[in-house]
Each structure stands twice: as structure tokens, then as C-alpha cells.
């Protein structure tokens, strides 16, 4: 009887502690979304001047690149607080699926692109494997773009540099696997049952090491709601040689959907019918096709890169009126076309076969015929993933599909206004900084070495275009190229240019 009595007593208290966490959770839960709404409003009055301030800017380059790290940081931060409110909805169970049929494979290469410069710098392997290149499933964009985003994140933060991060998709008749692999520092036996809780966060993720951030402990909550709400279901396993793997399964057809759960109209985002909406009567876009670049010497050239053939010829007439356009229906053909075309621009989708976005990104930068061509990424993926990442392989501007018309017509002008007003800055100003006027590093470096050269033969009465290609360590063309795409200026001006300057 006292046996009993103890059990009994035992089992009160821990009941008690359970309702005093659950009760903890709810006010800490409360007290996030109070202050979530307070930290709105200051975050929508700085984003409001600061997108005046790039609409109308025309400084330099350098100061650019830094408002636009600040737009990124700001919606970023705003898009943390909405995915708390979302969180709160979640937990509260008052979020709706949202789901249409689509490739789940594509979707998921798109978020897996986005950490690929990240993997790179750490040294990590980093795959994606897919059983097939197209597996079809019920799916709420928005919601699950979170799941991966979450567990492809978690995976880079536990895996030390130089470890191997794996994704894999396949299926059976029922369902759609997708794991998350990592050969980080694994989750231990007593722990790995907690994992999925709210404001769980595994004490010293096995090794105290200091490089591992700490994280909120709402992440992997989230993550169970998102799936559970797809009526499916997450796992983790450790991994005998080391890590963990997450893998996320989703049931195949629509049976254990309701009708309230599927959207009726949903439009994939390379849709045409959703730009053509967006068209005045007058403007109706004929769907010719023009040859190749039919150049006009008084017009800005753009190279679309796009593999969905009908999107593509939908771009190139929208922009024909104002510009020489040139089209590549993959990155190979694309990378091709820009060495020998040497566009003013390039406008890229990011999923394509052959060579993806971003890799093309990372190539006209790294090249240095084209490494001053402007870049902007098309992506589906509405998220902030590509905001950071796209930046950092060297995109200069991202738009996500569908796009607006207008906002995509002024997002090609300014951008190419942006490099135009650099050069005329050259001509216009006796003292300038490269990297006031360059678009990349790479270009940055050269042209500080190209000042540094004249510079240092300006009393020199031998100093001759064969002279500066020889110290320059470029070819005859290739300069002529450069200086033209930096400063507007033949290499001849360009040498008058400095020496007036310096007189």
C-alpha cells in the first residue's frame, strides 16, 4: 500500500510538472508573438525608405551591394517574425494545408542549390540524389520549403567543414521518401526521442564544440507540424559510421487530403497564363521567332536563359522593344553564348538541365571575359533562401517566378542604369576607387592593376597599348573589352583619361 501510495504520488507530481512546462511554453509562446507583432512595425518603416532609397539610387557600386545586404538582412528578419506568427497558427492548430500537385523532385534541387556556394567554401560533399526526375505529389509550397530549408541548415550547422551532406528522394506504391543525411556529431540514444519537442534543444550536441550556433529549440517542432499537417510523418536515425538521418515520408495521391486542403487553381510558377493576365489589350505579345540577336549598335544586349521554351519567347518579346535579346535554353549553351555575344546582362532561371543557374552564375563570374556581366537569377522559390545564397554566387539581383511585369522590366532597367551611371562616373570624377566602378572582385583586382600600371608609366613616352596588354597580362581584345565594360573608354582614352586627371 505505501508501494502504491509512493506510485501514486510520484505520478501527481510528474502530471503537475507536465501542466507547469506546458504552461511555461504557452506564456513564453505568448510573450514571443507580443513582442513579434512590436518588432513589425519598425521593420516595415525601415524597409519602406530603403527600397525608396535603391529604386532612386545612383551612387557607387560598392554602396549598392551594401543597401542591398541590408534589404536582405531586413526581410529577413521579417520573415523570421512571420514564421513565428506561423508557428504560434501551427501550434494552435489553425493552419489550413495548402497543397497542389506538382514535382516535389524540382522543388527540392531548387532549396538543395541554395547552400551549394555555402558547401563549397566549407569543403563539404554536399549530393542530391533522385530516383526519377519527376515524382509527383500533394504539397504546400510555403509550408514545406521551411521543413528542408530547417533540416538542410541543421545539417551544415552539426556537420563540421569537410564532412558530407547527402539528400535523397525515392518512393514505393504508397509513398514519397525524402532523407537528409549529415556526418556530423549525431544526436545521443537518451536524446534522440526529444528531438521533435518544443523548445528542445539537445544540451552539448554530443561534443562541446564552440562553432556549433545554438539554436531556438523551435525548428524541429516546426518542422513535425508542417509534415504531420501533410498527413506524413519524420524520423531520425543515427548513423553507424557517424550523423543522422532525417527522413521525411509523404503518402502519394490525394485520398487523405480534404477538399478544403488542395488549391482548385493552382498555377505552377513557369505558367504563361498568369503574365499574359498581367498584359493591357494593346500589348498583346505576338509569339514570333526571330532569329538570334538582330543587333542594334544603340541597344543594350540580354541573354535569357530559360528552359521552358514558351517562358522564354514570353521574356524575349517583352524586352525586344528595348534591347538586343539572345536566348539559351540551358546554362551549357548559355556560357557559351555569353563568351562570344558578351552581353550587357544575363537573366537566368536556376532549375536547368545541363548546367543549373547558379553554377552559370558562378562561371561568368570566375571567367574574366564576362566576370563584369550583371546576373539576375529567376527562382521559384519564394523564400529568402536564394536572397542570401544567390547573392553569394555572384548574382547581382534575383526575382522570383511568377514575376510581376512591371516590377521585372524595372528590375532589367535599373540594373543595367546602375552599371551605365558607373561609367560615366569614370569620366566625370578626378578621383575614383575600382571598386566604385567594377562589378566583381575579379574585375575589381584587374582594373585596380590597370590604374596601377598607367599610373606608373605616366611620364613614360614608350608606354603603348602592346606595352599595356604585356604588363596587364591580358590579350590586345581583352582589354579593349574591359576597359570599354569598366569605364566606356577606349584603352587609348582610358590611359588620356588618367594622365589628364593626374595633370
Given at each position: 500500500?505505501?508501494?502504491?501510495?509512493?506510485?501514486?504520488?510520484?505520478?501527481?507530481?510528474?502530471?503537475?510538472?507536465?501542466?507547469?512546462?506546458?504552461?511555461?511554453?504557452k506564456?513564453?509562446?505568448?510573450?514571443?508573438?507580443?513582442?513579434?507583432?512590436?518588432?513589425?512595425?519598425?521593420?516595415?518603416?525601415?524597409?519602406?525608405?530603403?527600397?525608396?532609397?535603391?529604386?532612386?539610387?545612383?551612387?557607387?557600386?560598392?554602396?549598392?551591394k551594401?543597401?542591398?545586404?541590408?534589404?536582405?538582412?531586413?526581410?529577413?528578419?521579417?520573415?523570421?517574425?512571420n514564421?513565428?506568427?506561423d508557428?504560434?497558427?501551427?501550434?494552435?492548430?489553425?493552419?489550413?494545408?495548402?497543397?497542389?500537385?506538382?514535382?516535389?523532385?524540382?522543388?527540392?534541387?531548387?532549396?538543395?542549390?541554395?547552400?551549394?556556394?555555402?558547401?563549397?567554401?566549407?569543403?563539404?560533399?554536399?549530393?542530391?540524389?533522385?530516383?526519377?526526375?519527376?515524382?509527383?505529389?500533394?504539397?504546400?509550397?510555403?509550408?514545406?520549403?521551411?521543413?528542408?530549408?530547417n533540416?538542410?541548415?541543421?545539417?551544415?550547422?552539426?556537420?563540421?567543414?569537410?564532412?558530407?551532406?547527402?539528400?535523397?528522394?525515392?518512393?514505393?506504391?504508397?509513398?514519397?521518401?525524402?532523407?537528409?543525411?549529415?556526418?556530423?556529431?549525431?544526436?545521443?540514444?537518451?536524446?534522440?526521442?526529444?528531438?521533435?519537442?518544443?523548445?528542445?534543444?539537445?544540451?552539448?550536441?554530443?561534443?562541446?564544440?564552440?562553432?556549433?550556433?545554438?539554436?531556438?529549440?523551435?525548428?524541429?517542432?516546426?518542422?513535425?507540424?508542417?509534415v504531420?499537417?501533410?498527413?506524413?510523418?519524420?524520423?531520425?536515425?543515427?548513423?553507424?559510421?557517424?550523423?543522422?538521418?532525417f527522413?521525411?515520408?509523404?503518402?502519394?495521391?490525394?485520398?487523405?487530403?480534404?477538399?478544403?486542403?488542395?488549391?482548385?487553381?493552382?498555377?505552377?510558377?513557369?505558367?504563361?497564363?498568369?503574365?499574359?493576365?498581367?498584359?493591357?489589350?494593346?500589348?498583346?505579345?505576338?509569339?514570333?521567332?526571330?532569329?538570334d540577336?538582330?543587333?542594334?549598335?544603340?541597344?543594350?544586349?540580354?541573354?535569357?536563359?530559360?528552359?521552358?521554351?514558351?517562358?522564354?519567347?514570353?521574356?524575349?518579346?517583352?524586352?525586344?522593344k528595348?534591347?538586343?535579346?539572345?536566348e539559351?535554353e540551358?546554362?551549357?549553351?548559355?556560357?557559351?553564348?555569353?563568351?562570344?555575344?558578351?552581353?550587357?546582362?544575363?537573366?537566368?532561371?536556376?532549375?536547368?538541365?545541363?548546367?543549373?543557374?547558379?553554377?552559370?552564375?558562378?562561371?561568368?563570374?570566375?571567367?574574366?571575359?564576362?566576370?563584369?556581366?550583371p546576373?539576375?537569377?529567376?527562382?521559384?522559390?519564394?523564400?529568402?533562401?536564394?536572397?542570401?545564397?544567390?547573392?553569394?554566387?555572384?548574382?547581382?539581383?534575383?526575382?522570383?517566378?511568377?514575376?510581376?511585369?512591371?516590377?521585372?522590366?524595372?528590375?532589367?532597367?535599373?540594373?543595367?542604369?546602375?552599371?551605365?551611371?558607373?561609367?560615366?562616373?569614370?569620366?566625370?570624377?578626378?578621383s575614383?576607387?575600382?571598386?566604385?566602378?567594377?562589378?566583381?572582385?575579379?574585375?575589381?583586382?584587374?582594373?585596380?592593376?590597370?590604374?596601377?600600371?598607367?599610373?606608373?608609366?605616366?611620364?613614360?613616352?614608350?608606354?603603348?597599348?602592346?606595352?599595356?596588354?604585356?604588363?596587364?597580362?591580358?590579350?590586345?581584345?581583352?582589354?579593349?573589352?574591359?576597359?570599354?565594360?569598366?569605364?566606356?573608354?577606349?584603352?587609348?582614352?582610358?590611359?588620356?583619361?588618367?594622365?589628364l586627371?593626374?595633370?
Amino acid at each position: 500500500m505505501k508501494s502504491k501510495a509512493r506510485l501514486k504520488q510520484k505520478l501527481e507530481l510528474e502530471y503537475l510538472e507536465t501542466q507547469r512546462i506546458e504552461e511555461n511554453n504557452k506564456l513564453k509562446l505568448d510573450f514571443f508573438t507580443n513582442i513579434s507583432h512590436e518588432f513589425r512595425t519598425p521593420l516595415t518603416l525601415i524597409l519602406g525608405p530603403l527600397q525608396q532609397i535603391l529604386a532612386d539610387y545612383n551612387g557607387t557600386n560598392e554602396m549598392y551591394k551594401k543597401l542591398l545586404v541590408i534589404e536582405g538582412s531586413a526581410n529577413h528578419l521579417l520573415s523570421l517574425i512571420n514564421r513565428l506568427m506561423d508557428f504560434r497558427k501551427l501550434e494552435n492548430h489553425q493552419v489550413t494545408l495548402e497543397s497542389a500537385n506538382g514535382n516535389i523532385v524540382k522543388f527540392t534541387k531548387e532549396i538543395f542549390l541554395s547552400f551549394i556556394e555555402y558547401a563549397k567554401d566549407g569543403g563539404y560533399d554536399y549530393t542530391f540524389e533522385a530516383e526519377n526526375e519527376e515524382m509527383l505529389v500533394y504539397f504546400d509550397r510555403y509550408k514545406l520549403e521551411r521543413v528542408f530549408y530547417n533540416l538542410i541548415s541543421n545539417a551544415f550547422r552539426y556537420t563540421p567543414k569537410g564532412g558530407s551532406i547527402n539528400i535523397k528522394i525515392n518512393q514505393d506504391q504508397q509513398h514519397l521518401f525524402i532523407a537528409v543525411e549529415d556526418s556530423g556529431v549525431g544526436i545521443s540514444e537518451e536524446h534522440i526521442d526529444k528531438i521533435f519537442d518544443l523548445f528542445f534543444e539537445v544540451p552539448t550536441h554530443n561534443q562541446v564544440q564552440k562553432n556549433y550556433n545554438k539554436g531556438t529549440g523551435i525548428g524541429l517542432s516546426i518542422v513535425k507540424n508542417i509534415v504531420e499537417l501533410h498527413k506524413g510523418k519524420i524520423d531520425v536515425t543515427n548513423k553507424p559510421t557517424g550523423g543522422v538521418i532525417f527522413k521525411v515520408t509523404l503518402p502519394l495521391g490525394r485520398e487523405h487530403l480534404l477538399d478544403n486542403e488542395i488549391i482548385s487553381d493552382f498555377k505552377i510558377s513557369d505558367d504563361i497564363e498568369q503574365y499574359n493576365a498581367q498584359l493591357e489589350s494593346s500589348e498583346i505579345i505576338e509569339n514570333e521567332d526571330i532569329e538570334d540577336l538582330i543587333v542594334n549598335e544603340e541597344k543594350q544586349t540580354i541573354l535569357i536563359v530559360e528552359d521552358h521554351k514558351v517562358l522564354r519567347k514570353f521574356m524575349k518579346n517583352l524586352l525586344k522593344k528595348d534591347y538586343n535579346i539572345i536566348e539559351a535554353e540551358n546554362g551549357k549553351i548559355a556560357l557559351e553564348k555569353a563568351l562570344k555575344f558578351v552581353p550587357n546582362l544575363i537573366i537566368s532561371d536556376v532549375i536547368m538541365p545541363e548546367m543549373v543557374g547558379t553554377e552559370l552564375c558562378s562561371k561568368i563570374k570566375e571567367n574574366l571575359k564576362t566576370s563584369h556581366i550583371p546576373v539576375i537569377l529567376l527562382t521559384s522559390r519564394s523564400s529568402l533562401v536564394y536572397k542570401f545564397e544567390g547573392l553569394e554566387s555572384g548574382a547581382d539581383d534575383y526575382i522570383s517566378k511568377p514575376f510581376n511585369l512591371m516590377e521585372f522590366k524595372l528590375r532589367v532597367k535599373n540594373l543595367l542604369n546602375t552599371t551605365e551611371r558607373l561609367r560615366i562616373k569614370f569620366s566625370s570624377e578626378d578621383s575614383f576607387i575600382p571598386s566604385e566602378i567594377t562589378v566583381s572582385s575579379l574585375d575589381e583586382e584587374l582594373l585596380k592593376k590597370a590604374f596601377k600600371i598607367v599610373e606608373e608609366n605616366i611620364s613614360n613616352e614608350q608606354f603603348d597599348i602592346p606595352f599595356f596588354c604585356t604588363e596587364l597580362g591580358v590579350s590586345r581584345t581583352m582589354l579593349f573589352l574591359k576597359i570599354k565594360a569598366w569605364t566606356n573608354c577606349t584603352p587609348n582614352e582610358f590611359i588620356h583619361e588618367i594622365r589628364l586627371k593626374r595633370a
